[in-house]
């Protein structure tokens, strides 16, 4: 079995010719395109800046065919060993967040996540000449990808003294408040969060009278400020409301068990398809779009199917366009082709912000709330 010394020698040439996969005329068109969506026409960024671009389009981006270029070179790559193809696949998952530096045991840093509070071991394939600036106390922005039971840092990492790493425990507090739990690597962090989501859809539940309400999108901020003010729900928990949703005809709000509370626009059409005779145009047109965005919740869809069973398999089959469509047997299948990253495990509705961070928070100026759309 190879050492994690072996792994991570390895990984610097094999990390050199993943680079040089980016010549791909295919990867190279979408690194392109995605440069310009970043940047613009002109790139302005310095080498750090430049780099940790191109590492986290390598590990982290979604190419055409769902795939990342690290998994796109894996298979293109026949020739790899085994040991090689396991070790580029765990980097399709990598760590990225704020951490503090703990003592070193030889060449491995013992790190403390403060997103979600646990401690990492970490390693450099640059050995000790990476880790150097790290002292005690120092707090770091970095991405990591494991390495056996150890995690190994990937592309350039900001380090700043304790005194002067505010700008970087503000980038923290903010990524707690907006990382969801589900993907959290702590358990204890996610059995907290799924509680504190079922006490808030109790008082959801208990001021509306149901967990699902269907308003006009032009009382949509009254009604939820009217909500928040009666819960007395603190600052950090209230949202900045997008404006553009006043323009649609309904906003749904449905306070899931486990999803916590969501915003979908045009709710009350995506229903009448399921409760209309002869269903319109639109209404199916806005199944197909629910059904098929891959950034969309599938619960609107799911508890439409619920309320009205004996409609679900004409609907959705004339809004795909699928004769014989059977909900009981296909729908499964068809929410793990266009929605994988809701498939399969709970995304609790609230996030963890540890005492430590709650201090650089800056509730006055909160992450916007991004309403699902189809």
Known sequence: MATVEALLERSVELKRELSA?????????????????????TVVA???????????FLLGHRLSDGRTP???????????????????LGWVDPLESVFEAGDRDGETLSALNLVDELTYEVRSNMGLEGLAPLTPGTIMA????????????????????????????????????THSEGDCRNPRHREIALEMTQERRAAFVAHFGSDLV??????????????????GAEAVVRHQIPADLAAAD????????????????????????FTEEKPSRAALSLVRSYVESPTTSPLPVQRCVAAHPDQADAVVGAALGRRGFSWARDGEALLRRYKPDYHGRPHPGVSIVTDRLRPYLDPEHPEPLSATRA
């Open 250 to 273: 309904t906003v749904g709000l449905i306070f899931d068990a486990q999803a916590g509370l969501g915003y979908y626009e045009e709710f009350g059409l995506l229903r009448s398809a």
């Open 70 to 88: 690290v998994e796109r070179f894996v298979r293109a790559r026949g020739d790899l060993p085994r040991g090689d193809r396991d070790l580029m």
């Open 21 to 41: 996969f980016l010549h791909d005329r295919r990867i190279g068109r979408e690194f392109e395109a995605e440069l310009r969506r970043r940047y613009g026409q």
């Open 142 to 177: 970095v991405r990591l990808v494991p390495v056996l039971d150890q995690w190994m840092i990937t592309g350039p990492l900001i380090a700043l003294p304790p005194a002067e790493a505010e700008p970087l425990l503000r980038i923290a507090a903010q990524r707690a408040a």
């Open 214 to 231: 269907v308003v006009p999108g032009t009382e949509f901020a009254q009604v939820l400020e009217g909500y928040w003010d009666a819960t």
């Open 46 to 56: 310095d080498d750090d800046e430049a780099a940790l671009f191109v590492d986290g």
